[in-house]
């Protein structure tokens, strides 16, 4: 590791780019299959049950194909949201805890680089909280899909 690695912290309100903003994918090649779009901020069963010991069970939506996500506005901007900020911060859900972070199927661990909170000096892998989260969602995937086989 490097001397001058430093932790990435989420710059909030200060962000130019309010990532818990609208999102409709990172690139415009990129497309879902099924019925959901880029915008869905997806939960797991345990991201439900911190939202209601929360008291934020108003932010759970539940949808056709019985995915869960966040309630978001028409363009895609999570309710949750206000003024820049989370109101449901400590109990947000596991995408939001990983991101800037995903996996790729070639690439492995990689790094949504628009967020400018990160930089090359960044070392995600000494982050995890947002390393479990990013495994969590990835296993809700799998597990999702494992029963559609």
Known sequence: MSDNKREFKCLGIDCPNHC????????????IIGDRSFSDIVLTDQDCDN??????KAYIVEGENGLK????????????LDQGKCK????????CKAFPLYLDMFGGLCCINDCKAYNDQNYFVDDKEALESLLVIYQHWIEYYRKLV
């Open 51 to 56: 939202l209601v010991a929360y008291g934020a």
């Open 88 to 95: 449901i911060y400590p109990a947000r859900p596991s995408l």
């Open 69 to 80: 996500r966040m309630k978001t506005l028409a363009d895609g901007t999570c309710t949750a």
């Open 20 to 31: 818990c903003g609208a999102f409709d994918g990172i690139n415009e090649s990129l497309s």
